[in-house]
């Protein structure tokens, strides 16, 4: 089936270290995207990629790093610098372009130990 | 600064009433308004709104744009238990960039 598959579901970050949240779609999609999540708020645009080796940072990219090398990835790293990293994290895609809906991923729950 | 303002921010009914969540927007270059549905996990898409006064119903679900008051509502009839969730209202403009959310509507539906 196809679908979006974020890794792994609960993470667990020690102060100082950097972690790295896999997303992986087999829809053939060429725009993907990150959010953050926190309770009681919308979801936050962290970095977006309409294109392989192209992305663009959104509204909260300090602390964050992705890359995009191949269509079916966009893994998403959360430095040291992200000072408060404890949130929902969710990985979309979409067709491409602003008519399209994007379609989401079952998220990855990361903690500060 | 694009902004999307949902109303109320939660709302507690019973089983087989009808509901109506609100969502505002301003957005720079508004292209199409996205009503999502959150249990505990992914978002799932509900529908996706790009012209005024044409609303889209799916089941007991329906939703309209008014693109020049820049609001959209989200209708539930005879509500189930099952319809207890997060209901996210998002905005895209402005080029390639993702979507502007709301905060959300929860909604709790009592037996």
């Known amino acids: 089936d196809g679908g979006i598959t974020q890794s792994p579901k609960y993470l667990f970050r020690k102060e100082g270290q950097n972690v790295t949240l896999s997303c992986e779609q087999n829809l053939n999609h060429d725009a993907m995207y990150w959010y953050r999540q926190d309770p009681g708020q919308g979801l936050r645009l962290i970095y977006y990629?309409?294109?392989?080796?192209?992305?663009q940072k959104g509204d909260i990219a300090e602390g964050y790093s992705v890359s995009r090398e191949k269509k079916e990835s966009f893994p998403l790293t959360v430095t040291s610098a992200q000072k408060n990293p404890t949130a929902f994290y969710l990985c979309a895609s979409s067709i491409g372009g602003n008519y399209q809906p994007q379609h989401f991923g079952d998220g990855t729950r990361l903690s500060i130990l | 600064e694009d902004k999307v303002v949902q109303s109320p921010l939660s709302l507690v009914v019973h089983e087989g009433d009808t509901v109506t969540l609100n969502c505002s927007y301003e957005?720079?270059?508004?292209?199409?308004l996205l009503w999502y549905k959150q249990e505990k996990k992914a978002p799932t898409f509900l529908f996706m709104l790009?012209?005024?006064?044409i609303e889209k119903k799916s089941g007991r679900l329906s939703s309209i744009l008014d693109k020049k008051e820049l609001f959209s509502i989200l209708n539930i009839t005879a509500t189930q238990t099952g319809d207890s969730a997060i209901y996210l209202c998002a905005a895209s403009g402005g080029g390639a960039d993702g979507l502007t959310f709301g905060k959300g509507t929860h909604l709790i539906i009592q037996p």
């Open positions: 790009t012209s005024s006064g």
């Open positions: 957005v720079t270059n508004f292209r199409s």
């Open positions: 990629s309409q294109i392989v080796n192209d992305f």
